[in-house]
């Protein structure tokens, strides 16, 4: 092994060690018996596991996080899907490059500026403070994801099938639910994984839009790091990072079955 | 034939229009709102119609006419809105200060006797063309430069020329300044660890790449939140980081790290390094594997066929990915506003102690508009390269 490699190696392991560090260091602190976030731990208990689903604040959190996780799926895979559907036909016509810039801009533009606009806009309407409100400015940012994946999926789908249900004479609803949905569902699932996480992830609309009874799980998150930082944010960092291995595991499980078929 | 077609555009214009319409009313009407009350001034021709259309009259330095005493009394007679009144005392007190005692003094004695329109009578202070003018400006005209001047530090003097505000009122320009100085210090960060990193995992393959990957795309995936508590953590005085570096002895007193410019763009590297690596990797890997040995063979040496050859081919990763991190720093909010101290504060937070602590909506209008037309113009610049490499394939 000559320098050059010998260099390589160390670099390498180092950038790795500083990307995944953080992420592996939080995990264990989530079972310390101590009021304190640090290092050695003097016992373990999952006491701060039993404050996130029995404290308060942390329990409508999360029952928040659901509610308006559930709600943002449902409406951005809704629009989403309709969407992808609609473009799917004049993808040429719109061009695909068009249809991402557009879709795309609410993932540019910073969360604070849509922020003070939607909380400005949505004043007027008695949009603030409600579970409505919120669901709305999270799907704004959820839905871009819904259309890219379904959009990608639908594209991929040979056109012949749909046709061949058709002249058998297949009603084009028919065809729509037996034949061009199911296809796309693997699309479908990833959009809607994707919309659950965005909303489960979402702070910066959230502080502007929603009232106190709205609080998320993100939301609580970043006001006990600002205000009371305790272990209970280690736990639920870990309920996070959890979760994230099993999105990805459905992620990929649902990419596979798509490339059997 | 044709009638089919029509349908079919008639059926997917009825499939997309949902999403369009939602997108209208929920992201493009809220932008239209923040920049409208970034440059609308309404109060105080909605607030004071009589005066408005004397005070035009007024050259700005004679001392107040009878005419305008006696239509600004009327005004004020007529307010019944309380909410109307305050935000009118709101909107000349921010021009000069001392309207805040001296209107409500007034109101009440214009209310108290209908025929008191004498205002200088009532408070001296109305003799002076000073409190005049503040007047004059607000029921002009209903739509404003000031707050867009005030958010690069700039107001309109009496006579309505531009110029600086003075020194010490406003630190808007330091925070611009900040918010670029840092980005800028985040994108060098990423590029002079993410480039190296990206020639790497490109330069190997099979499950090596595999695990460089990964260690890119975990943390993406993973909740930003949680990164940023993680860093919270660790980087605290009795963090992780600190208590090991003391434990080696490297150091006996614990290094700031947190609430300060180092834990900010630490933390801020560590959440953006990803959007560095991805572009510059996908450029890379579609360079031949055998130019650098045929640089190497034809007598250059590893530094210069890096130089000479590698750096000019990942050129448009390296544009793309600077431009993606620099883009999304300007817009940070979560981890300047948990890791950085007061004087880490970049436009972001300002923005929203505008929107949220103060309530002044034009101001948080103004710099979000800076911002946002900032971010505007970097995703163009990148749209353009992206579109020239699709171009070229």
Redesign the interface.
């Known amino acids: 092994m000559n320098g050059?490699n010998v260099a390589?190696v160390v670099?390498?392991a180092a950038?790795?060690f500083?990307?995944?560090a953080?992420?592996i260091?939080?995990l264990p602190?989530s079972f310390t018996d101590s009021v304190f976030?640090?290092?050695p731990i003097p016992a373990y208990s999952t006491r701060w596991f039993n404050e996130l689903v029995t404290a308060d604040v942390w329990r409508r959190s999360i029952v928040n996080s659901l509610i308006i996780g559930s709600g943002t799926t449902a409406l951005a895979t809704v629009?989403?899907t309709?969407?992808a559907?609609?473009?799917r036909?004049?993808a040429s016509f719109w061009s695909l490059?068009f249809i991402r810039?557009a879709?795309l801009?609410?993932m540019?533009?910073?969360?604070?500026?849509?922020?003070?606009?939607?909380?400005?806009?949505?004043a007027r309407y008695n949009l603030t403070n409600s579970y409505l409100g919120v669901i709305?400015?999270h799907?704004?940012l959820a839905?871009p994801f819904v259309?890219i994946n379904v959009l990608s999926v639908l594209q991929a789908i040979d056109p012949r099938l749909e046709q061949a249900a058709a002249s058998l004479g297949a009603h084009p609803v028919t065809v729509l639910a037996r034949v061009t949905l199911p296809l796309a569902l693997p699309g479908i699932i990833s959009g809607a994984v994707f919309a659950f996480a965005t909303s489960?992830?979402e702070?910066?609309l959230t502080?502007?839009v929603a009232g106190p009874n709205q609080r998320t799980l993100?939301r609580q998150?970043?006001s006990s790091?600002?205000e009371n930082?305790s272990p209970a944010?280690?736990a639920?960092?870990f309920v996070?990072?959890v979760g994230?291995i099993f999105?990805?595991l459905i992620l990929i499980l649902s990419r596979k079955s798509l490339a059997r078929r | 034939m044709k009638d089919d077609r029509k349908r079919?555009?008639l059926?997917?214009?009825?499939?997309?229009?949902?999403?369009?319409l939602?997108?209208v009313f929920?992201?493009a009407?809220?932008?239209?709102?923040?920049v409208s009350?970034a440059i609308s001034d309404p109060i105080g021709a909605r607030a004071l119609p009589h005066t408005s259309a004397i005070i035009e009259r007024w050259d700005g330095t004679s001392p107040p006419s009878p005419e305008m005493q006696t239509a600004f009394a009327e005004d004020l007679r007529a307010i019944d809105d309380d909410q109307l009144f305050g935000d009118l005392v709101r909107r000349l007190n921010s021009a000069k200060s001392g309207f805040r005692t001296l209107m409500p003094k007034t109101r009440n004695a214009v209310k108290a006797d209908p025929a008191a329109n004498d205002l200088v009578a009532i408070d001296e202070r109305w003799s002076d063309p000073a409190f005049w003018q503040p007047v004059k400006t607000a029921t002009a005209s209903t739509i404003t430069d000031r707050n867009l001047l005030a958010a690069v530090d700039l107001e309109r003097s009496t006579a309505g020329d531009i110029q600086e505000m003075p020194e010490g009122s406003s630190a808007n320009r330091a925070t611009l300044i900040r918010t670029f100085v840092v980005s800028l210090s985040v994108t060098l960060a990423c590029l002079l660890?993410g480039l190296?990193?990206a020639m790497?995992?490109a330069?190997v393959d099979g499950w090596k790449r595999q695990?460089?990957l990964g260690?890119?795309l975990?943390?993406l995936?993973?909740?930003?939140?949680?990164?940023?508590?993680?860093?919270?953590?660790?980087l605290?005085d009795?963090?992780?980081i600190n208590?090991s570096l003391t434990a080696l002895g490297l150091i006996n007193s614990p290094l700031p790290l947190i609430f300060n410019r180092a834990g900010v763009i630490i933390a801020m590297t560590?959440v953006l390094?990803p959007f560095m690596v991805l572009p510059i990797f996908s450029v890379l890997i579609g360079i031949p594997k055998n130019l650098m040995p045929a640089a190497a063979s034809l007598g250059a040496p590893?530094l210069r066929a890096f130089w000479n050859v590698l750096l000019p081919m990942s050129t448009r990763g390296i544009v793309s990915g600077s431009l993606l991190v620099f883009?999304s720093a300007?817009?940070y909010?979560?981890t300047p506003?948990?890791i950085g101290g007061a004087r880490d504060q970049m436009i972001?937070s300002v923005?929203?102690y505008y929107?949220?602590g103060a309530a002044n909506?034009g101001m948080?209008?103004a710099l979000?508009l800076v911002?946002?037309v900032a971010?505007?113009i970097l995703?163009t610049v990148y749209?353009r390269l992206s579109?020239e490499e699709?171009a070229k394939r």
């Open positions: 050059l390589k670099f390498g950038i790795m500083f990307l995944l953080p992420l260091a939080i602190l976030l640090n290092y629009l989403g309709l969407g559907l609609g473009l036909n004049h490059s810039t879709f801009l609410p540019v533009v910073p969360a604070v500026v849509l922020g003070v606009g939607m909380q400005l806009m949505f709305i400015a799907t704004v839905v259309v489960l992830d702070v910066v502080l502007f993100a998150m970043f790091i600002r930082i944010i280690a639920a960092a996070f990072i994230t999105v990805a | 079919s555009w059926v997917s214009l009825a499939l997309v229009a949902p999403l369009v939602f997108l929920f992201f009407a809220p932008l239209y709102t923040m009350a660890i190296p990193y790497i995992a330069s695990l460089l260690a890119v975990l943390p995936w993973t909740s930003l939140l949680v990164r940023t508590a993680a860093w919270f953590i660790l605290q009795n963090g992780l208590s560590h390094l590893p883009m300007l817009g909010y979560i506003a948990l972001s923005i929203a929107a949220t909506w948080a209008g979000g911002l946002l971010t505007l995703y749209l579109g699709q």
